[in-house]
């Protein structure tokens, strides 16, 4: 595999965190595989998430989502990393609590993210048993257990391991933040998924912060990916508010998994929203850092340049968000009527039959 | 029937298994060239080859999280925890995970995963090769665990969590691995997972156990026998789920019971139990609930003094089933 993009310059600005040099995504060369029609619709998705991820956030402040974990931010990467995913057409996710745009363009409906994040009677991961959008999602290849940050690693590995025990072309792609890489388990996940030259990737989607802790009180390097060198596999850092840079990237490494085995995508990403609707980020956040980040946000970047390159009308942009918003109105009101799961329900599903 | 010991009944297990379902595999700490360091696998990986007898690194969140991987894709993984004491550092994947999977995926998901752990004491093994692990995945909702004492349910037991759908924790008494032995069927059986057995019937004291323990209880309800004290002996085989009706109806009849286990007596097995015929027996107690088991130290420590201060004996439970005759 060849690297994907050249590593970015970084440095870690006054509060520990690391800024990295930030450039517009080059959408007027697309990589193999990639149409313009592909990019209407990554930026209509694109759309469409930040739109219900905003509603998420008031509806928190309404009283009627207890949690939440914006993805703002985190766009570029999910999307285009799962779009080379669904061009592959044989990948298996093991998304992490901040991926709710992989987690929607895999084909959850707005409604069904609604009744998730409303605990409601037909949630389509845990049966509203777990925070919203954690469980699974069989029919669209998506695992992701728990909270604990990194367990979802080596159950990637594993699930990988059994893909290769089976003689099945599958590869696992496993998405986690930096905060992960900090636990035993990416070290052992990492390690066994290279003996074993096991078809998975790895996905850093790094916005700097475990909560309130900065890059540089969590490691002294400035790139995670840094690490795969230290397993005996390749490592990558990618610009991940570039989505173009994230699909290409992914892409490789889907065929680089299935040929030889893991490799480690770091993609620097930013958290524009506090860790979740609990937490408070003012207390931690230098907001002229995060307010210079804004302006490569890529919710509004992207579009930009699809009309600026002609692919798109701003018209057509209008229309998009016209049917966004459209749409999480229809998904806010079906949930809101929806009902909660009967309390005789507790006992269900605690051990299988059989 | 043929006689083996315990550790020959989990490799018959295994072997059979393997033998009978493609998806089955074993993963730990040695369990290839080496065949186990109790010698479980011996011969696995000439058999069976490196794909399905794994040698593992020396990490065990990962062979448990890895193994759990390896199920959600439709594996049946056994993976083995060198020593109870080693298991601590997987247990997130065990409790935090594995247990909760089904749940927590609605039913979407299962866990055919079967975690064989030599556990328990008596054999100086001090602190970090003794250690009694049940209490905690007793606890948990969503585990069966299931604790063997005879090679014949070590066998069988072992081929039934194999081919159940739940996460089994399979805790093998090491004392017991060639210490008993015991005619065990030449064609193919399982034991179902859940019901006790009843190892010696009595009128007069019900007595209830599992694992290394069981066997002591036998000794001791032998050695009654002299003085004319009827001891049953409950084995419970399974511990989640309990078999609270065996439990029950011998409490019912004898109106006394005694609970032993080498684990630590505070929050263990024996307290559940008490509570159990508190609740649904009080009518029928003659005397009060006894518990002997381990004292609330941290495991029993290496030297001989001190591991027999710790280990229930069959003399203390001798005595423990007179005094409850008695009372």
């Given at each position: 595999m060849t690297q994907a993009t050249?590593?970015?310059p970084s440095e870690t600005d006054a509060n520990g965190a690391v800024a990295i040099a930030r450039?517009?995504?080059?959408?007027?060369?697309?990589?193999?595989?990639?149409?313009?029609?592909?990019?209407?619709?990554?930026?209509r998705q694109m759309i469409l998430v930040r739109t219900m991820d905003e509603r998420i956030w008031m509806m928190n402040r309404q009283g009627k989502v207890p949690i939440a974990a914006?993805?703002?931010?985190?766009?570029?990467?999910?999307?285009?990393?799962?779009?080379?995913?669904?061009?592959?057409?044989?990948?298996?996710?093991?998304?992490?609590?901040?991926?709710?745009?992989?987690?929607?363009?895999?084909?959850?409906?707005?409604?069904?993210?609604m009744l998730s994040f409303m605990g409601k009677e037909g949630e389509p991961y845990s049966g509203a048993r777990q925070f919203p959008l954690q469980g699974a999602d069989l029919p669209r290849n998506i695992i992701q257990i728990s909270n604990v940050v990194a367990a979802g690693l080596t159950q990637a590995v594993g699930y990988a391991l059994a893909c290769k025990m089976m003689g099945e072309d599958t590869v696992t792609i496993c998405y986690f933040g930096d905060g992960a890489t900090s636990q035993g388990e990416t070290?052992?996940?990492?390690?066994?998924?290279?003996?074993?030259?096991?078809?998975?990737?790895?996905?850093?989607?790094?916005?700097?912060y475990a909560i309130s802790t900065p890059q540089d009180a969590?490691?002294?390097?400035i790139d995670v990916a840094a690490r795969a060198e230290g397993y005996g596999f390749p490592g990558f850092v990618i610009d991940g508010l570039d989505l173009v840079a994230c699909y290409e990237a992914t892409r490789q490494g889907i065929a680089h998994a299935r040929a030889a085995g893991p490799v480690l995508i770091e993609m620097k990403v930013e958290r524009f929203m506090p860790h979740t609707t609990d937490d408070d980020d003012r207390r931690y956040r230098d907001r002229d850092a995060l307010d210079a980040a804004r302006q490569y946000d890529p919710v509004a970047v992207f579009p930009a340049q699809m009309v600026e390159r002609g692919i798109l009308t701003p018209e057509q942009v209008d229309a998009f968000r016209a049917d966004a918003t459209q749409q999480v109105n229809d998904a806010t009101d079906f949930a809101d009527e929806a009902q909660?799961?009967?309390?005789?329900?507790?006992?269900?599903?605690?051990?299988?039959?059989? | 029937m043929a006689e083996m010991t315990v550790i020959e009944a989990v490799r018959s297990a295994l072997r059979e298994e393997m033998e009978r379902d493609e998806r089955v595999f074993v993963m730990g700490e040695d369990v290839g060239q080496r065949g186990g360091v109790f010698l479980a696998t011996q011969g696995f990986i000439e058999d069976f080859g490196p794909q399905r007898v794994i040698d593992s690194p020396l990490a065990e969140a990962s062979i448990m999280g890895i193994a759990l991987g390896a199920a959600f894709r439709g594996m049946r993984p056994i993976p083995e925890v060198q020593f109870s004491d080693f298991v601590w550092p997987s247990?997130?994947?065990?409790?935090?995970?594995?247990?909760?999977?089904?749940?927590?995926?609605?039913?979407?998901?299962?866990v055919p995963m079967t975690v064989r752990i030599p556990y328990g004491?008596?054999?100086?093994?001090?602190?970090?090769?003794?250690?009694?692990?049940?209490?905690?995945?007793?606890?948990?909702?969503?585990?069966?665990?299931?604790?063997?004492?005879?090679?014949?349910?070590?066998?069988?037991?072992?081929?039934?969590?194999?081919?159940?759908?739940?996460?089994?924790?399979?805790?093998?008494?090491?004392?017991?691995?060639?210490?008993?032995?015991?005619?065990?069927?030449?064609?193919?059986?399982?034991?179902?997972?859940?019901?006790?057995?009843?190892?010696?019937?009595?009128?007069?004291?019900?007595?209830?156990?599992?694992?290394?323990?069981?066997?002591?209880?036998?000794?001791?309800?032998?050695?009654?026998?002299?003085?004319?004290?009827?001891?049953?002996?409950?084995?419970?085989?399974?511990?989640?789920?309990?078999?609270?009706?065996?439990?029950?109806?011998?409490?019912?009849?004898?109106?006394?019971?005694?609970?032993?286990?080498?684990?630590?007596?505070?929050?263990?097995?024996?307290?559940?139990?008490?509570?159990?015929?508190?609740?649904?027996?009080?009518?029928?107690?003659?005397?009060?609930?006894?518990?002997?088991?381990?004292?609330?130290?941290?495991?029993?420590?290496?030297?001989?003094?001190?591991?027999?201060?710790?280990?229930?004996?069959?003399?203390?439970?001798?005595?423990?089933?007179?005094?409850?005759?008695?009372?």
């Open positions: 050249s590593s970015l450039r517009s995504a080059d959408v007027d060369a697309l990589p193999d595989g990639l149409t313009a029609e592909d990019l209407v619709e990554v930026c914006s993805c703002q931010g985190h766009e570029a990467a999910e999307l285009g990393s799962l779009l080379a995913a669904q061009k592959d057409g044989d990948c298996f996710l093991f998304p992490y609590y901040r991926d709710l745009a992989v987690k929607m363009a895999a084909g959850l409906t707005p409604r069904q993210v070290h052992e996940a990492m390690n066994f998924a290279a003996i074993h030259q096991l078809p998975v990737i790895f996905i850093c989607e790094n916005n700097k969590q490691m002294v390097v909660p799961p009967d309390a005789s329900t507790i006992y269900d599903h605690l051990y299988a039959q059989g | 247990v997130n994947q065990l409790i935090g995970e594995a247990a909760r999977v089904h749940y927590g995926t609605n039913g979407a998901l299962k004491g008596g054999i100086r093994g001090g602190l970090y090769h003794s250690q009694n692990v049940e209490a905690l995945f007793f606890h948990t909702p969503g585990l069966l665990v299931v604790t063997p004492s005879t090679p014949y349910e070590a066998k069988g037991l072992l081929k039934s969590a194999i081919r159940d759908d739940n996460p089994v924790i399979f805790l093998e008494h090491k004392k017991t691995y060639r210490l008993v032995r015991g005619e065990v069927p030449d064609e193919e059986y399982t034991l179902p997972i859940g019901p006790a057995d009843i190892k010696r019937a009595g009128s007069d004291v019900t007595v209830v156990s599992y694992g290394l323990a069981m066997h002591y209880c036998l000794a001791a309800a032998e050695a009654v026998a002299a003085d004319g004290i009827g001891a049953e002996v409950v084995d419970l085989r399974t511990l989640k789920p309990l078999d609270t009706e065996t439990i029950l109806d011998s409490v019912k009849k004898t109106g006394k019971l005694l609970v032993v286990h080498e684990d630590n007596i505070s929050g263990g097995i024996g307290a559940e139990i008490a509570a159990l015929a508190a609740d649904e027996a009080f009518e029928y107690l003659d005397a009060p609930i006894a518990r002997l088991c381990g004292p609330d130290v941290p495991t029993m420590p290496f030297a001989q003094t001190l591991e027999d201060a710790y280990m229930p004996s069959p003399e203390a439970i001798a005595a423990e089933i007179r005094r409850l005759a008695a009372y």
